[in-house]
């Protein structure tokens, strides 16, 4: 599961929508949860089918789902990994960091730490004169189901 409380980050998504002007809803926090409750990588479909699931009388639209996990994803307690043209997928973003591997072909992905990769690429950047803030890495090819 996620390294930080959920009275933590609900804490901290009521004073994103506050700073945002908007509302703190049932429908909001759902996404949210749906995001910290389940391990993976969600396509806003996905967090919309696991809230309609899950709750199947609410009221909730594809939109809020959308716009919610931009603000979620602007602020940094998202991450998503892009697929082109098939859109994004999601993660929450407070978890410890990691790469990706992804298969162009089903769309796995396979979340990597590599302690030699990490300090290389602040090598990198130091012998650029570069102060690195952040970075991300993804590798994409084939899955071992797929080959």
Same mark, same amino acid.
Request: charged share 30%; net charge negative; with cysteine.
């Given at each position: 599961?996620?390294m930080?409380?959920y009275? &933590?980050?609900?804490?901290? $998504?009521?004073?994103?929508?506050?700073? %945002?002007?908007? @509302?703190f809803?049932?429908? =909001?926090?759902? !996404?949210?949860?749906?995001?910290? &409750?389940?391990?993976?990588? $969600?396509?806003?479909?996905?967090?919309? %089918?696991?809230? @309609?699931?899950?709750?199947? =009388?609410?009221? !909730?639209?594809?939109?809020?789902?959308?716009?919610?996990?931009?603000l979620l994803?602007?602020?940094?307690?998202?991450?998503?990994?892009?697929?082109?043209?098939?859109?994004?997928k999601?993660?929450?973003?407070?978890?410890?960091?990691?790469?990706?591997?992804?298969?162009?072909?089903?769309?796995?992905?396979?979340?990597?730490?590599?302690e030699?990769?990490?300090?290389?690429?602040?090598?990198?950047?130091?012998?650029?004169?570069?102060?690195?803030?952040d970075?991300?890495?993804?590798?994409?090819?084939?899955?071992?189901?797929?080959?």
């Amino acid at each position: 599961m996620s390294m930080i409380d959920y009275d &933590e980050l609900i804490a901290g $998504f009521k004073t994103l929508l506050k700073d %945002n002007n908007l @509302k703190f809803t049932t429908q =909001r926090e759902l !996404i949210l949860r749906a995001l910290y &409750e389940n391990e993976g990588h $969600f396509t806003p479909e996905d967090i919309y %089918n696991i809230i @309609k699931r899950e709750n199947p =009388r609410l009221n !909730i639209g594809i939109a809020t789902v959308y716009r919610t996990l931009g603000l979620l994803e602007e602020s940094g307690m998202v991450n998503s990994i892009s697929f082109d043209a098939k859109g994004k997928k999601y993660e929450l973003g407070l978890k410890k960091h990691h790469d990706h591997l992804v298969c162009i072909r089903c769309g796995r992905l396979i979340e990597f730490f590599d302690e030699t990769i990490e300090k290389r690429q602040e090598e990198i950047a130091a012998q650029h004169g570069f102060k690195m803030l952040d970075h991300s890495m993804t590798i994409d090819g084939i899955c071992s189901k797929c080959q």
